[in-house]
């Protein structure tokens, strides 16, 4: 990804979620069927960290 390899960004972000890039939702209900099915590991620790601390100091 470029913004990934932007030196001014490198070591401030692990990675990067693109929201509303779809033309239409139509691909919703099949994805959260699909992580009801399959978590994401680590998806709940992530959760939690975020919720006590959601500043990205």
């Known amino acids: 990804m470029h913004l990934l390899a932007t030196p001014g960004v490198k070591g401030r ?6 929201v509303d890039t779809a ?3 139509g691909w919703h209900a099949e994805y959260v069927e ?5 978590p994401l590991p680590g998806f709940d620790a992530s ?3 975020y919720e006590r ?5």
Do not use: F, K, V
């Open 13 to 18: 972000i692990r990675g990067l979620a693109l």
């Open 23 to 25: 033309p239409d939702s």
């Open 34 to 38: 699909m992580t009801r099915n399959r």
């Open 47 to 49: 959760l939690e960290e």
């Open 53 to 57: 601390n959601r500043s990205i100091d």
